[in-house]
Structures are given as C-alpha cells and as structure tokens.
C-alpha cells in the first residue's frame, strides 16, 4: 500500500511541472502576439530628409575628328563593279596610312551590292517607271563601301578629308568631332556637381536649423552632348576641282553633370 502511495506522489509531481512548463509556453507565445498587435495597422515613422542637386561642368577640346566616305562602282559585271570599287578603296587607304591614320581607325560601315534597273520608253531610258509606260531592264550592278575614319591629328582633317575626295570618294558625309577621354572628363565634372549639392545641403541644413547625418541616395543625369556634326558639300571637301584642304574649326565640347542628393537629418 505505502509503494502505491509513493507511485502517485511520483505521478502527480510530473504532472504539475509539465503543467507549469505547457503553462510558461503559452504565456510567453500570448505575451509575443500581444506585442504584434500592437504595431499592427502602424508604419514606421519616415526618416526626416532633405534632398539638394548640384551641377558642375567642364570644358574640353575635342581630340578626334571623324568622317565617313562611300565609294560606288557600277557594271553590267559584279565582278567588275567590285573590282573598280576595290581599286579605288585600295588607293584611298593607302593614302590615309601615308597621312598617319592607324589601322585601328579605319572601319568598314557598310558594303553594299545591288541591281540598278532602268525604263525604256520609245527609245529613251528612264530611271523611274514612265508616265506613258515602258520595259523594265537591267541597267546594272551597283557597288559600294563605306568606310568610316578616326582623324586623332585634328589638324591633319582638312588634307586628309580633301585627299580622300581626290581620289574617288562619292560621298563624304559625318564630320564630327569628340573627345578621346571623355569619362575622365565626366567624372570630373560629377565631382564638381557632388560638391556644389554638398555646399547647397550645408548652407540649408543651417537655415533650417537640422544636423545633416547621412547621405541616403544619390542619382545622377548628364549632358554628355555626342560629337559635334557638321554637314559639308563635296564642294567644300576640296572634290569640286578646288584642291585646297578645308578649314575643319573643332570648337569646344561642354560636359555637364547633375547630381541630386538626399540627406537625413535631425
């Protein structure tokens, strides 16, 4: 009888402490969702901030002149048409080697093959279809090369431009003019804008009467104006019988950063 007493002793002290341990748990888990409830339906208060924009520029002279060319040859021949194309093309590089342009600043831009047709109307020959009718025929075969040329001796462009239309150059279109370096000289301009905002931020944060404390996000937007492009007639390039080398003014390139920072303060 005293063994089974003890047993029961035994029993209920294991219940009582998993009560007390079930008991703890969910007075810790009650406590936990009544803490969330709490915040529910609230946002965190936004951080306090004030948001400047700064601007800085630079000005550079460009250090690269640019210009494109296209030879076309025309034969009732590909072949030939391809040849007479070549032959030309061949002499204008030779000559851009001879005035110092590298190999890396000659590229291909387009080579282009195409079949020309013709109207013919009581015994004339229209290149568009005749108002009063005709037969289309083979006129024939169109080739053509566009080569594009980096001058990085500006003052070579005007006799380098001129010697190209001298020697068979169809079109010479796209004189432009950029700089070589161009990110050293955006990213200077964007320390300078960086600096202006910073001023900006400064002299408002005492007006106000707050502490700046961090820089919480920056963006940037730039003018960083393409090459300058000038439209020139072959007249103009020395290929109209004039054999003096034209003046090729580069002017001067303006480089502009915006910057916009934004600032905690309190």
Not at 26 to 37: C, D, G, H, M, R
Not at 94 to 113: M, P, S
Not at 131 to 155: C, H, S, W
Not at 234 to 242: S, V, Y
Request: aromatic residues 8%.
């Amino acid at each position: 009888m005293e063994e089974k007493h003890c047993c029961d002793g035994k029993m209920k002290t294991y219940l009582l402490v998993l009560i007390v341990i079930i008991s703890v748990f969910f007075a810790t888990k009650a406590v936990k969702e009544l803490k969330t409830i709490g915040y529910v339906g609230k946002e965190l208060s936004p951080l306090a901030t004030i948001m400047v924009s700064g601007e800085g520029e630079v000005f550079t002279k460009p250090d690269i002149a640019s210009f494109s060319f296209t030879v076309e040859k025309e034969s009732l021949n590909v072949a030939e048409a391809q040849s007479g194309a070549a032959k030309i093309i061949n002499e204008i590089l030779a000559e851009l080697k001879k005035l110092g342009v590298a190999d890396k600043d000659i590229k291909t831009l387009g080579y282009n093959i195409y079949p020309r047709y013709e109207y013919l109307s009581g015994g004339v020959s229209y290149e568009y279809y005749p108002p009063n009718g005709g037969k289309r025929g083979l006129a024939g075969y169109v080739v053509g090369q566009t080569i594009e040329v980096k001058v990085r001796k500006i003052a070579d462009a005007g006799k380098i431009i001129s010697s190209t239309g001298e020697l068979g150059a169809a079109n010479l279109s796209g004189l432009s003019f950029s700089v070589d370096q161009e990110e050293e000289f955006k990213a200077e301009a964007r320390k300078e804008a960086i600096v202006n905002a910073q001023s900006k931020a400064e002299t408002l944060a005492k007006d106000l009467g707050v502490t700046l404390v961090r820089i919480t996000s920056f963006s940037e937007s730039g003018n960083y104006p393409g090459p300058i492009y000038y439209a020139k007639s072959t007249e103009a390039f020395g290929m109209g019988g004039d054999n003096s080398a034209p003046e090729v003014p580069s002017g001067e390139n303006r480089i502009v950063s915006n910057v916009t920072l934004t600032y905690e303060i309190r």
